[in-house]
């Protein structure tokens, strides 16, 4: 499944974004999907994922409150909604796609990625 991720840009801290990715090549509600974030200087870190159905999430704890994902299987595509956004929130946004079951919160766990869309949050 190739994944197309859109959708980054700069905003206030404070502020609300949204990003998309759009999956093509097989079908889409055959896939969990999850997204992760690199800071520059960080390692990759798990955001949020979202089960085939779109009934079950799951977030980091610093985004719990604040992101929402979900997703249209009609349309083939996943969203991060982000809410209260802060400066750490910057990075460069990458969304994955999964056939097995847990493991959502690991890298390892995911069978293709995306490229990135960057989220750039100003003080």
């Known amino acids: 499944v190739q994944l197309q991720a859109s959708g980054g840009g700069l905003v206030q801290a404070g502020g609300s974004l949204r990003v998309s990715c759009t999956a093509s090549g097989r079908t889409f509600s055959n896939y969990d999907m999850g997204w992760f974030r690199q800071a520059p200087g960080k390692e990759r870190e798990f955001v949020a994922a979202?089960?085939?159905?779109?009934?079950?999430?799951y977030y980091a704890d610093s985004v719990k409150g604040r992101f929402t994902i979900s997703r249209d299987n009609a349309k083939n595509t996943v969203y991060l909604q982000m809410n209260s956004l802060k400066p750490e929130d910057t990075a460069v946004y990458y969304c994955a796609a999964k056939s097995r079951a847990a493991g959502y919160y690991y890298m390892a766990g995911y069978d293709y990625w995306g490229q990135g869309t960057l989220v750039t949050v100003s003080s």
């Open positions: 979202i089960r085939w159905s779109g009934v079950i999430t």
